[in-house]
């Protein structure tokens, strides 16, 4: 194990991605499993997100800030709201996130292990 999956909090064992592209969902939940966590969900828009985090809340959510004909920003909102700790991951610019979210971690795509290790550590 390496010094970043090492160091990842332990009680982030239940992770939210949201991504619409299926080959970079497939690459997260790799770099995640990769991480030691052990439940990683997908959604892939915000209806699903939602009903997903209803049913039961992650203790940390990755969230695509352009989804297809959508924005990930109600799903940020309800995880505000709720407490849990989240970060964008997008190709868009801080200008692209409101200002309600200008606070929240945004990595880049494709996203670096160490640097969604590093997200997970300072979330924690």
Not at 8 to 16: A, F, M, T
């Amino acid at each position: 194990m390496t010094s970043s999956q090492s160091s990842v909090p332990e009680h982030y064992q239940d992770v939210l991605v949201v991504e619409d592209d299926p080959i970079i969902a497939l690459g997260l939940e790799d770099t995640i499993t990769d991480l030691g966590i052990a439940v990683i969900r997908v959604a892939a828009n915000v209806a699903s997100a939602l009903a997903m985090i209803e049913e039961r809340a992650p203790q940390f959510a990755l969230l695509d800030v352009g989804l297809v004909r959508e924005k990930s920003f109600a799903i940020a909102e309800r995880l505000t709201t709720l407490g849990i700790p989240f970060a964008f991951s997008t190709g868009y610019g801080a200008d692209r996130v409101p200002a309600a979210f200008a606070d929240r971690p945004r990595l880049p795509k494709p996203c670096p292990t160490e640097a969604l290790a590093a997200v997970l550590r300072r979330q924690a």
